[in-house]
């Protein structure tokens, strides 16, 4: 029993309010929504499951909008979804095309994304930081220049940006993720539909190298109108300045391609050319007295239709080095599959003979996906600017207007594909499926089956086709793509090559375009991709640590981690300088001694 002055101290206290509780408190705590008395272990709502507790009216994030990075408001009640959809319809710049207004800056750290109302600019990777992260140990920092750091920046493609998200949702908790999360598909959705239709025509219109000229909607003799268009061409140079030092914000980059694409199509009293003339292939000013204008959006982006430098080497060698992924991934695929044998064995499957097909499986899946793919424009014509290769022939013109590319390849016969077919025929598929059929053979001799019918496959003759396809065209792709880095080469120093394409010196031309540094450094890149690519993950996201036949101890992996790095060296690397010479040696068909001259004058500045 408390004595007298127990009792006294037990008057000052309060009781806990949670029903279990009862502890009595001297230093209550009072919930503000149910204004009850709690202890210290019971005052959080979730603690007593505060009857008077509203979550939408609390614990609401604002998320940012992935695409200009600005901060969406919820209001209370709101579903996050709804605003953000909102946003992306009527406010968000990149969606609407409405230039900008500066929005307050966020912290550049991953997962924080404060908005920041006095920016700390950190001074080695030049990006904007809240107070807490304004020091390089605080930001994970990555010493580049400006420029380069701007470009990193800007060449965030759409998914990296989701990937961004994703990180600010899981750090901004569980109310913004279903927003975030419906936001990131969208933008996917969005990106894919505003590819497929990017408005080709205005990348086609040629854009006068002459000063402003009159869009076509407004009086080109008014005053006013001669104003606005004379402050409108003066902003777009300033960003054209801003955009060769790279200091555009990916935005500005965005509306400095469109208002690009505006002007072309207004396009000024000239007579229209199918085709931006990217290039003078003669050396002289090419007749339409057009050149065009490139704006870097992005060092990995193929997209020719937007306007940007398509013969700058490092975009080039940005794009060979995304199809290094490309490719990684999709091997992957292909080797959870045994080799199946049967499917590049022309005349294996009496099904196709009977449809009159007299070649093996694979050739029949390439011979119908062309055939889809050619209808749906997928192959430009040849020897202007494809940069993908059918593997068959005689295949349907394309049901839609084909795209007027610009000029950038000088027209040119080459297709190594079938060089491409046999080798992953003969070498990659047998080594890349080595394991998966070995394991095949296994499960077969515990079934009795023995001798080649232990070997011969696993009956995923559609799932293998598929991704067969898929591998041989991000090979084609990035082989030929060997045309642009010789482009590229040639017309930074065409009297370099011009000597030797004339004497048809194959080693000569082969040795100017080989860089053993560039091919090393490509080499040892590709190994920690395929080791890091190829490990397999666990539940929780932790990696599966036990040894495997690669001899790369403690990591599990997926695939023949040497096998895709042999692949390189010794075919795809060789076979792309040989489409690098090829393509030289065609390089100056067609053109007279005069045009020849004029070349040797030029030099890329
Ligand atoms: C592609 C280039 O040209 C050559 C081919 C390379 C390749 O196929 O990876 C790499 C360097 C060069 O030897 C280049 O210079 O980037």
Redesign the pocket.
């Known amino acids: 029993m408390a004595s007298q002055s127990e009792q006294h101290l037990l008057s000052v206290g309060k009781q806990c309010s949670h029903q279990t509780c009862g502890l009595v408190d001297f230093l209550p705590f009072k919930c503000q929504h149910c204004e009850g008395s709690f202890c210290q272990e019971h005052f959080m709502v979730s603690a007593h499951k505060c009857p008077k507790y509203d979550e939408t009216k609390y614990n609401r994030v604002s998320p940012n909008c992935p695409l200009c990075n600005v901060v969406v408001a919820v209001r209370p009640g709101q579903d996050a979804n709804e605003a953000v959809e909102n946003h992306f319809l009527r406010d968000c710049s990149v969606m609407t095309g409405k230039i900008k207004t500066k929005s307050t800056p966020t912290c550049a750290r991953v997962r924080c994304g404060k908005t920041l109302f006095a920016p700390i600019r950190c001074n080695k990777c030049n990006q904007q930081f809240c107070p807490a992260h304004r020091f390089p140990t605080d930001h994970n920092c990555s010493p580049t220049s400006a420029a380069a750091q701007n470009k990193t920046t800007t060449s965030l493609t759409a998914n990296s940006r989701l990937l961004n998200l994703n990180a600010k949702a899981s750090a901004a908790g569980g109310a913004a993720v279903g927003a975030i999360k419906t936001m990131a598909t969208n933008v996917q959705a969005q990106a894919t539909a505003s590819r497929a239709s990017a408005a080709p025509a205005k990348a086609t219109q040629p854009v006068p190298t002459t000063a402003a000229t009159s869009s076509s909607k407004s009086n080109p003799f008014s005053k006013t109108d001669r104003r606005a268009r004379a402050e409108r061409e003066s902003r777009r140079k300033a960003m054209q300045e801003r955009a060769k030092k790279g200091l555009l914000s990916e935005e500005e980059k965005l509306a400095l391609a469109r208002e690009e694409a505006e002007l072309a199509q207004s396009g000024g009293g000239k007579d229209k050319k199918d085709c931006v003339v990217m290039n003078d292939f003669t050396g002289a000013v090419d007749n339409s007295g057009f050149s065009a204008v490139h704006v870097e959006l992005s060092d990995h982006m193929e997209n020719f239709t937007i306007g940007h430098d398509p013969l700058s080497?490092e975009r080039i060698?940005g794009v060979?080095v995304r199809l290094e992924d490309t490719i990684i991934f999709s091997l992957i695929e292909r080797a959870q599959f045994a080799q199946n044998p049967r499917i590049y064995q022309r005349g294996a499957f009496e099904e196709l003979t009977a449809l009159g097909f007299q070649g093996s499986w694979l050739e029949w899946f390439l011979k119908e996906i062309e055939t889809f793919h050619a209808k749906a424009r997928r192959y430009t014509r040849q020897g202007c600017c494809p940069d993908e290769y059918p593997f068959t022939s005689d295949l349907p013109p394309p049901v839609i207007p084909s795209l007027k590319f610009p000029k950038i390849l000088y027209p040119n016969t080459i297709n190594a594909n079938p060089s491409i077919l046999s080798f992953y025929i003969r070498t990659i598929v047998p080594r890349i499926t080595r394991r998966a059929t070995l394991a095949l053979a296994v499960s077969k001799r515990a079934q009795g089956i023995t001798g080649d019918d232990e070997f011969e496959d696993d009956g995923n003759y559609g799932s293998a086709a598929t991704i067969d396809v898929e591998v041989l065209q991000s090979i084609s792709k990035r082989v030929h793509y060997?045309k642009f880095?010789s482009e590229s080469k040639f017309q930074d120093d065409p009297a370099a090559f011009i000597p030797h394409i004339l004497d048809r010196n194959r080693s000569a031309l082969a040795g100017l375009?080989?860089?053993?540094e560039?091919?090393q450094k490509?080499l040892q890149r590709l190994l920690k991709k395929a080791l890091t690519y190829s490990q397999d993950f666990g539940p929780d996201g932790e990696i599966k640590p036990h040894p495997n036949g690669n001899g790369h101890a403690s990591v599990t992996s997926k695939i023949d981690v040497d096998g895709v790095v042999e692949f390189y060296e010794s075919f795809?690397?060789p076979i792309?300088?040989e489409v690098?010479v090829d393509y030289l040696l065609q390089r100056l068909e067609g053109l007279s001694e005069e045009d020849i001259e004029n070349l040797k004058q030029k030099k890329k500045v």
């Not at 375009?513 to 053993?516: A, N, Q």
């Open positions: 080497l060698r060979l060997g880095v375009i080989t860089k053993p560039v091919e490509l795809i690397i792309t300088k690098e």
